[in-house]
Structure formats: C-alpha cells, structure tokens
C-alpha cells in the first residue's frame, strides 16, 4: 500500500515522555532526536511504521503545552492539534515514572473533545511507580492504560492489539465487508460440470444462468445478488441474508487446460475464490472425490477463504452412505490442515439440502469474522501450554509468552515468545487444533505467526 494511502497514528504528550524513542522503535530506527531534554521535538515527523503484522503512517508530535498560541510551545502545540486532526487514531502518551500531572489532565480533556479515536499508553513501566500511575490514570478517561517501554520493547503486543481494530477500520473496505448486513460473498467452485449454474439457478428460482450437458458453458466468473430466507426460522421473513453469488468456470487439471479461452477462465475463477469470504467446492456424485478436488478445495484453504464441500447430484447417487462416508475420510486425510471441512449432500435440480447448505455458509462467515478478546485467548493460551508444554530442542527450553489475534478475515493470531524459530511444526498444529475446537472456529482457516520477543535497539546502546 502506498505511503499516503496508510491509516496515520498521532503520538501525543508533553513534553519529554517518550514519545520520539516510541516513534523510533516504530520504524525500527532512530529518526527522531532524543533527549532528557524536554521539548526537543518542535515540528511533526513522519514515517511509516511496523508494528508485527499493522502497517501505519506515524507522526511524532511536538510536546503539547497550554502557552499562548503566539508563543513557540503555542506554535508547537498548534502542530500537535493539526496532526490529531488529520490522524485515524490518536496515541496519547503519559510518563509512567512521573504520574499524571495537571498538563496531562489537560491534554485529556482537549483529546475528549475531538472525533479521533484515542488509544492511552503509560510509557516507562518499568518500575513500581508505574503502579501507581495505572491508577491515577483511571481518572483521565481512558480506561485501563496500555503499560509499555518504548526505551526496551515491552508492551508491544498489547499495543499493537489496542491500535489494530482503529487501523483495520481505517481500511474504508474491510469495514464495510464486516458489517452484520453485508452481502455474503459466496462462490461455487469445482470441475466442469459439476452443476454449478443449475445450483444458482435452483436458488434463485429462474434460469438465470445458462445450462447443459455439455462441460464448460460457463467462462465468466458472474455475479449474482441474491437473498436467501432461512426457512428454519419461525419468521424467515425476519431473517434474510443478503448474497453475492458467484457462479465461476470449471476447474480443470492444469495439464488439460490448453485453449487461452479456458485458461483465462480458470484464472478468473481463482480471482472469484480470492474475493469471495465463504466458497462451496460442487462435486459430482457419479465421480466422487478426485485428486482436483483436493487441489481446488487446497487452494480455497490456502487463500485463507472458508470451505464448504457439497456432494451434487444426491437425488442420483448409487450407495449413497457409502459414497458420503467415502468422501469424507478421504477430505480428512487430503486436507489434514483443515480437518472437519463441513459436507453437505445437495441436488440442484431438486433443491435438496440447499437452505443447509446456505445456513452452514452464513455460520462460516461469521467464524471467519470473529475476534476473541486478548483475555480470553490467553486464559486458553496458558492452560494448552500447560497442558502440553513445548519442547526443549538441545535441552533449552521454548518459552511462549502470550497470544494476540492480529486480524479476522481469516482469523489470524500471533504467539510472541522466546526461540520461537524451533518450535516443531507439530506442536503449531497442536495450537491451530486447539484454537479451532476451543475457540469455535470450527473448519475455517485459522493462520498462526510466531514473533520473538527481542528489543530491536539493543546492538545500538552503548
């Protein structure tokens, strides 16, 4: 994303509470001067700043003081208001070691007075005096502050975690994807002829799409708005759910695509499954599960987008229970990332298990939607650690510190710790296991970072 496009944090204080070291360890290098030396900073400085997986435009402010505007603090503090004014969220700083003195009450009402989201940290919490200004800190408005050290590095989780739901709604596109009433964006993939434009047809009641034997008719990808009644509710009328069906072109083994029509077409049908939130993988009951299946239904999984497989063609199926309980341990073995995919046996041309269908897709969007909240997520977090520590690979141990979700859409969750860069790749999958039951995830796709918890600066000190 280009520099001007990224949301823009404001860091504002009085004069000498670190506000430039916390710029400086946001852009991971000393830009900003830095002194005991109250009021250094005079102008606003800019950079763009990553905080582990937040990309953001910072702004260091001058210290804020109430001189008169004709005055050079006047001036200075003039810069700090039109720096908030033009910020997606404001960081307002307060020195930990000092307490909250009568200009940060200040500043606090003048930061009530205004539009921008504020996000509270307590900067130099490294002793016990910090203690106590936790609790002066209640009265400014704010709630509980974020205790950090930007000097060595600590609290920057929970800053990151207070700063991400403001930088995410910043992104105009993502907020308007997550509200409750949005459209789901829902795709039907899978091979040629698997029935996917009957599906839609049969949905929306009208032979909307074209249709045949013949394989590959459809070569768009075609977008379909559309609302589904949930006819399992005692007033469906009540509980409408807005879609954007997109029918796409069949899928074929890369080796048989070799006219540049279909090739193009298979590569819109993967721009479709990268757009959509929720994708159903149509497969043909008289074919069963093949090994395409499993490449399209990876790719699904891969691009973070939650998975549905629906078994068409029910209506005709020979041995039926067989053929369902074929399918599904051969998805349990194929996609062992994703165990427990939701299968549902449908017939487009009679409608059949289409509203389950639906219900189970609506369920998933909400799953890929979530957040958990910071305290509930770690609660779980310690007791799976107990409950199973990691190992201690050449006798020194791993140390897991905590967790923090870093996005939805899919949910994406970040462990920081100590010599996280040897943790086996099957106590992650014991994680990601973990997450999914405990946290009702169910089958969508849940991505897992680890961060070592370092202090970037410290080859630099003296």
Known sequence: MAADMLPVVAI?????VGKSTLFNRLIGKRLALVDDQPGVTRDRREGDAKLFDLDFRIVDTAGYEDDDVATLPGRMRQ???????????????????????????????????????VVFAINKAEGKQAENTVLEAYALGFGEGITISAEHGEGMADLFQALMPHIDAADLGDEEDERPDAPLKLAIVGRPNAGKSTLINTLLGEDRLVTGPEAGITRDSIEIEWVW??????????????VRLIDTAGMRKRARVQEK???????????????????????????????????????????????????NKWDIAENASSLFNGIRGALDEGLAQLK?????????????????MLSAAFAARDAWNSRVSTSVLN???????????????????????????????????????????????????YLLNGIRRDLDFGAVPVRLNLRATSNPFAAEKN
């Open 12 to 16: 504002v204080g009085r004069p000498n």
């Open 340 to 356: 427990g995919v939701p299968l549902i046996a449908v017939s487009a041309m009679t409608g059949k298990g289409l509203d389950q």
């Open 261 to 311: 029509l279909e090739k193009l077409s298979v590569a819109d049908a993967r721009r479709a499954i990268d757009f959509a939130e929720v994708v159903v993988l149509l497969l043909d009951a008289s074919k069963g599960l093949e090994l395409q299946d499993l490449k399209i239904a990876d790719h699904v999984v891969q691009e973070g987008r939650a998975l549905i497989i629906a078994i």
């Open 229 to 242: 009644h949930d006819p399992n509710t005692a007033e469906p009328e009540l509980a409408a759910g807005p």
């Open 79 to 117: 810069q700090t208001e039109a720096a908030v004014e033009g910020a997606n969220v404001a960081l307002f700083v307060v020195d930990g070691r000092a307490g909250v003195t009568p200009l940060d009450e200040e500043i606090a009402r003048w930061l009530r007075t205004t539009t921008v989201p």
């Open 379 to 429: 609660r779980w977090f310690e007791a799976a650690v107990d409950a199973n520590p990691p190992p201690a690979p050449g006798g020194k141990r791993i140390k897991l510190r905590y967790i923090t979700q870093a996005k939805s859409r899919p949910p994406t969750f970040v462990i920081f710790g100590s010599r996280v860069d040897q943790l086996p790749e099957s106590y992650r999958r």
